[in-house]
Nanobody, 121 residues
Framework: QVQLVESGGGLVQSGGSLRLSCVAS????????MGWFRQAPGKEREFVAA????????YYADSVKGRFTITRDNAKNTVYLQMNNLKPEDTAIYYC??????????????WGQGTQVTVSS
């Protein structure tokens, strides 16, 4: 069992930056691929970024490429999402997820409760 807790969300102006963190419980964090997803009001949850357990593989949604960076620190059981040049359309609840392989779909085994990101224009 893995429990995930996100933090780092907040209100930021367009063009600003935020760094989200997701801390995982358990000693097997380093064996899991991690993903970030988001859900805006009235929209379906969508993929943002994913990273393999060994950091060899990363995936990004086209809408965030060049602006967002996913990283992880296995020693700290933490995955990060650095978000730069934020846009109002990035406003959403951001969720981290843990699974056996990095994918762009939602086939992850464990999910956090989310952190709100709001970007004002």
């Amino acid at each position: 069992q893995v429990q995930l807790v996100e933090s780092g969300g907040g209100l930021v102006q367009s063009g600003g930056s935020l760094r989200l963190s997701c801390v995982a419980s358990g000693r097997t964090f380093s064996s899991y691929a991690m993903g970030w997803f988001r859900q805006a009001p009235g929209k379906e949850r969508e993929f943002v970024a994913a990273i393999s357990w060994d950091v060899v593989i990363t995936y990004y949604a086209d809408s965030v490429k060049g602006r967002f960076t996913i990283t992880r620190d296995n020693a700290k059981n933490t995955v990060y999402l650095q978000m730069n040049n934020l846009k109002p359309e990035d406003t959403a609840i951001y969720y981290c997820a843990a699974g056996r392989r990095p994918t762009t779909n939602d086939e992850y085994n464990y999910w956090g409760q989310g952190t709100q990101v709001t970007v004002s224009s």
